[in-house]
């Protein structure tokens, strides 16, 4: 095998799995008024949070193998038909709402992946300025999105929520599914919702490993770097059979 063969395996495989700072913090952020989930080939819902447990201090549903949560305050899975207002963008007829009650003035609930992901979805509503979603990559980078950012990608304004659902009526009312894309930068390794005045309100967590190409690329540079050094161990053989 050529030089220049191996340092193209070795090329694919850096291209792959080098931290890459300025897609980090570049993502593609994608808004769905109607809370269906995005067309993306391998993305799934990991957390639907189907099932009702109560009101406030209850631990949210299990989630995928591979995937840990932990949270702060007092989130909890809550009904529909229980709130104030209809929520027709839930996918779900429970949510949960990560709820600053019982004298907490912060509450937080995180997802942490074993295996970095390249796409995150979920669906949100009562969307507001005290609401922010903190996503950490592979690479230690991090992005912090708050309010409408949230929905609409970090050069918004984060009060901005006019051309979400219901936006015109003022922040705390929008609703719809926020989607991001990593682009084939670092992976996803944690995902934290937090808010810092009364809720904020998530349904229908979906998660996508890499895509196909992707991991093509990662194949290739580990099958054609573990070529060439099953074709270095003989010639060492030979040195040392000489020596």
Partial sequence: MSKKLVRAGIAAFSLAM???AAHAVSISTTYEANGQLPGYTSA??????????GNFNATPSTVSSGITQSESGSPAIRSVSSG???????ATGNFLAIHTNEGNNLASYTLNFAT???FLSFVFGTLDTYNSVKLTFSDSSFLTLTG???AKGASALINDFSGLTNG?????NAEGRASYNMNGGPGLTSITFQSTNRAFEIDSIATAAPEPATWAMMLLGFGLVGSQLRRRRPALAKRL???
């Fill in 241 to 243: 059979a000489r020596a």
């Fill in 116 to 118: 970095p992901v390249q």
């Fill in 18 to 20: 080098a931290p890459q």
């Fill in 168 to 172: 015109s009526l003022g922040s705390g």
């Fill in 148 to 150: 409408a950012q949230i």
């Fill in 44 to 53: 799934q819902i990991i957390q639907p949070f189907s099932y009702s447990v």
């Fill in 84 to 90: 104030s207002a209809t929520r027709p963008d839930f």
